[in-house]
């Protein structure tokens, strides 16, 4: 049930496997990611980055004329965008893969049957893969203006010149910058006391600092206690550290969180529990109904990334299809910030390690600008930053800087194979990589550790040998 990631990694792995699936979308195929979330903003955001980097070529020696943005063209390189990538989750694809598609919206009637319109479908194995939707909050006078979220935001009509932007998290954060380089003036209103609290304290400082500095204006512990409608644009009331404000934009984003979809699916009425985060599912993510499963971003308390769905769609397969039992943890998940810099993360953060391990924690850091690849680049400051355990193994890892989505691999890997900072620093890197951060950041370890006796031993040993 559902035509997102989750629902299509499950459809195609269980045709593959010579399962019989059927495959119900009431939309269209590819789901969020596809036609609301990581396509489309990632395609903006590459507009956006091109914008910037022309705009400030200058400070290698490239002067070029005055940067326009066509933020219709802008538009028009993010729909090629998707339109390259829906094939591949089309209905066309997945039936050619063996798989029964069924449009039309899901209904269960009982644990093992489920209804599309006047079509019964049965099964042993039912996976509820409905995803989630954009959050709106209850402010007042919000059902009165014009409004978007991420559902809507890639077909806005025109580049807005002011934009407020209710929420703080990546999404809220990407979108802000991605428009702020294209040209408009960007507030970010967010109600947390500290920007992206799941992030390294150390590190989301340093990228909150850099958008800053690019002219975004992010507004912490801020509240918006209403909004109302002002010509053609809105106006804010926030109330921030208590004080009473107004803020004035042309057009308004929603960001706030996601909402899971469960309406209208039936699920009370065969057993299975819910609650405000999505399907009630054990770590093998099956519900308390025999046979019924959920994967995805519909799960209540599951890391709502692309990644994971896909990852939870294969645990659902194996646990469905053959013997045994595969739990899912999220121990060792990474994810991405993709701002300029863009920031990585897996693990746990320092304050996370100190709270599990207290003062035998080892913190190892490599700062960007002291990189030679960053150097030749003249790309923005950044931080590489290890976690490690009493035992030298690695049990979290940030990054922010240019390629920190493709540099934490390496530190996942670390992460999920309980390796050392010895071993990563014995690993040879290519020169001149921005990657060969995670190398010298692991050094710092052996040189903290090479002092007192071991020095004096070695220092010996070099002038007597």
């Not at 039309?104 to 996976?127: C, K, P, Q, Y």
């Not at 932007?165 to 979108?175: C, D, N, Q, R, W």
Request: net charge neutral; charged share 20%.
């Amino acid at each position: 049930m559902g035509g997102g990631t989750a629902g299509l990694v499950t459809a195609a792995g269980g045709a593959g496997l010579g399962a019989r699936v059927a495959l119900v979308e009431r939309d269209r195929m590819g789901g969020e990611c596809l036609w609301n979330g990581c396509v489309p903003s990632k395609a903006l955001i590459a507009a956006s980055r091109a914008a910037h980097v022309a705009r400030t070529a200058s400070r290698v020696g490239v002067h070029a004329e005055e940067v326009r943005v066509a933020f219709d063209e802008v538009l028009e390189h993010v729909r090629r965008v998707q339109a390259r990538i829906a094939p591949h989750d089309s209905p066309e694809r997945f039936r050619g893969l063996g798989v029964q598609v069924v449009e039309g919206s899901a209904r269960f009637e009982d644990a093992h049957t489920i209804a599309v319109g006047n079509e019964r479908l049965t099964a042993r194995h039912i996976v509820i893969a409905t995803g989630t939707r954009p959050t709106v909050p209850p402010i007042p006078g919000l059902s009165e203006v014009p409004f978007h979220t991420n559902e809507t935001i890639f077909s806005i009509s025109s580049l807005p010149r002011t934009l407020l932007v209710v929420g703080g998290g990546p999404i809220g954060i990407e979108l802000a910058q991605a428009f702020t380089r294209l040209g408009s003036t960007v507030s970010v209103i967010d109600a947390a006391p500290t920007f992206f609290s799941r992030e390294d304290q150390e590190v989301a400082e340093l990228l909150l600092q850099q958008l800053s500095d690019e002219g975004m204006r992010v507004m912490l512990n801020t509240t918006v206690t209403s909004v109302r409608r002002h010509g053609t644009g809105v106006v804010l009331a926030v109330a921030r550290d208590g004080v009473p404000a107004e803020l004035h934009g042309d057009a308004l984003l929603i960001a706030v969180g996601r909402t899971p979809n469960l309406d209208g699916l039936g699920l009370h009425e065969i057993g299975v529990r819910t609650d405000s985060g999505g399907v009630i599912t054990d770590r093998k993510l099956r519900t308390g109904v025999a046979g019924v499963y959920a994967a995805g971003d519909v799960v209540s308390g599951g890391l709502k990334f692309t990644h994971v769905a896909d990852h939870m769609a294969r645990s659902v397969l194996r646990n469905a299809l053959f013997p045994g039992s595969s739990a899912v943890t999220y121990d060792g998940v990474p994810w991405v910030t993709y701002t300029d810099p863009e920031l990585a993360h897996v693990g746990l953060t320092e304050a996370q390690a100190r709270e599990r391990y207290g003062s035998r924690i080892g913190v190892w850091r490599r700062a960007l600008a002291g990189v030679d690849r960053v150097i030749t680049d003249d790309a923005p400051p950044g931080l590489v930053k290890i976690i490690t355990d009493p035992k030298g193994r690695v049990v979290g890892g940030h990054i922010l800087g240019a390629h920190a989505g493709d540099m934490i691999g390496e530190l996942t890997m670390a992460v999920t194979l309980k390796l050392t900072v010895g071993q990563i620093a014995s690993v040879i890197h290519p020169y001149p990589t921005t990657a060969e951060s995670i190398r010298q950041a692991s050094e710092q370890r052996r040189k903290a550790g090479f002092t007192g006796w071991k020095k004096s031993l070695v220092s010996w040993l070099v002038q007597h040998v």
